[in-house]
């Protein structure tokens, strides 16, 4: 009896260490299936961001080919099929307005001209160009993408979970290589005015813009009486003449404005010179009507004398006479002389 009871107590012991090692086993398996599993999301996480940035790649290149981005149907012409994250679901493709996807009808690009989108990521001057996400496993992204067309200033929030790459309008553009260093925002080109003659009626400056959603409208703000400027071309134009004004030298502020299709708007304020003596039309073009001038010989032993008053010069330069336009140059008997005239088409010299 003893033997018995002795006998299956051994029996039992062994079926406790069975059990134990069954036990083991089983917690030992379900730990390295869980970091199994870990190994396969970080990886397939890892693939997904690399195909995603591929993606991109090929997104920009078309882009900047046909001078838009893709709408929906194209991604078949880009991709061949519709792209996969690594868990075998659809990529999803979204742009931020759907002028984005359409030529600019007057520079037929729809990318460079760009200062601005309606929805933004991170910070209000971070403008979103387009994004593709994946809902890391499960079939649709927790993203909720703002209704199109978006307000304003729209945010982009990005719902943990999902695998996005965002391109923003300030990539995409330096990627299409738009504009150089401002990279399409509206700008106006000139670093000064010209100088100009008081009393005169023609005036040679004109002011260019960059960047932006062309057509432009120009204009001036708080201008003095007697200047305008057209606003389709950017003209400066005497209204009707230049007026001499007290404290106008060295300079009057004159602020130029400029916008752009898209309501986007821009200043700049220039110092211009109004003389009564001295040069005029100095800057970055000239003043005054030389008018078509001979081309006679030159004589190199050239001098110079000032008359009386200091208003004009003469030079024995050349054997015939020419007048200019409004008399603001005579060349009579080999003598030339320059001098002011307030008529229209006058230079200061």
Do not use: H
């Not at 917690?27 to 999301?41: C, D, E, F, P, Q």
């Not at 404290?247 to 700049?268: A, E, F, H, K």
């Amino acid at each position: 009896m003893a033997i018995s009871l002795l006998t299956c107590n051994r029996r039992g012991l062994a079926l406790i260490y069975i059990v134990f090692i069954f036990i083991f086993v089983a917690t030992l398996a379900t730990a390295g299936l869980k970091m199994y599993s870990s190994i396969v999301t970080r990886g397939n996480i890892n693939d997904t961001k690399s195909g995603l940035e591929s993606q991109v790649q090929m997104i920009t290149a078309w882009a900047v080919k046909n001078g838009r981005l893709p709408a929906n149907a194209d991604l078949i012409t880009i991709f061949g099929s519709l792209p996969l994250d690594a868990w075998g679901n659809s990529v999803v493709y979204k742009y931020t307005d759907s002028g984005m996807i359409a030529a600019d009808p007057t520079t037929g690009n729809s990318i460079c001209g760009r200062t601005s989108t309606p929805i933004y990521y991170s910070s209000n001057t971070n403008y979103v160009a387009f994004a593709l996400l994946s809902a890391g496993g499960t079939p649709n992204p927790l993203t909720q993408w703002p209704t199109l067309p978006a307000a304003a200033n729209t945010p982009l929030v990005i719902t943990q979970g999902d695998i996005t790459r965002i391109v923003t309008l300030n990539e995409l553009q330096a990627r299409a290589g738009c504009s150089g260093a401002n990279l399409g925002y509206l700008r106006i080109v000139n670093n000064e005015l010209p100088s100009v003659c008081a009393g005169s009626s023609t005036y040679p400056g004109v002011v260019y813009g960059n960047g932006g959603v062309p057509p432009y409208t120009w204009s001036l703000v708080s201008p003095p009486s007697w200047l305008s400027i057209n606003s389709s071309t950017g003209v400066l134009s005497p209204n009707p003449t230049i007026t001499s004004t007290a404290n106008n030298n060295p300079g009057y502020p004159v602020t130029i404005q400029l916008v752009d299709s898209q309501s986007t708007t821009v200043q700049r304020t220039y110092n211009l010179v109004v003389s009564n003596t001295g040069t005029c039309g100095s800057g970055n073009s000239s003043g005054g009507d030389l008018g078509n001038l001979a081309s006679p010989p030159i004589n190199t032993a050239a001098t110079g004398t000032p008359d009386a008053n200091g208003n004009s010069t003469t030079s024995a330069l050349f054997a015939q006479s020419i007048v200019t336009p409004n008399n603001s140059i005579q060349v009579t008997n080999n003598q030339i002389n320059f001098g002011y005239n307030a008529g229209n088409g006058s230079a200061c010299v």
